[in-house]
């Protein structure tokens, strides 16, 4: 996959801006960041639950990987976007905003 694939799934989903952290181009629902693009390291580092960012890191270990320390075991989750096919970017981008979307959101779109 390339950037801006991971953008034009990004921005499909409900309330979803793009902003900028850290240089990066990011991806926010409810004014919080649900993902960051690294364009030039080909990847993408997402907010999951632990237990979404367990399963697709069982699923999928050359794709996906937790951060290092405190970021990782909170569920920031690195997606390698060279090896990345279509689908499980969507799952985890899905996956992503459905952690960090408020609840009347999530809801919304159930």
């Known amino acids: 996959m390339l950037p801006e694939d991971v953008r034009i799934l990004a921005l499909m989903l409900p309330e979803t801006v793009a902003g900028a952290h850290r240089g990066n181009p ?3 629902v409810g004014g919080r960041v649900f993902a960051t693009l690294w364009v030039e390291e080909a ?3 997402l907010r999951l639950a632990p ?3 367990a399963e697709l890191c069982e699923a999928e ?3 996906f990987t937790p951060l290092d320390g405190a970021w990782g075991r909170r569920g920031w ?3 390698d976007l060279d090896l990345c096919e279509e689908e499980p ?4 981008l899905l996956a992503a905003w459905r952690t960090t979307a408020p609840a009347v959101l999530r809801a919304a779109y159930a």
């Open 89 to 92: 970017l969507r799952t985890a």
């Open 77 to 79: 989750t690195n997606l």
């Open 61 to 63: 270990p050359d794709l």
């Open 51 to 53: 237990a979404d960012q």
């Open 43 to 45: 990847r993408v580092v």
């Open 26 to 28: 990011d991806f926010r």
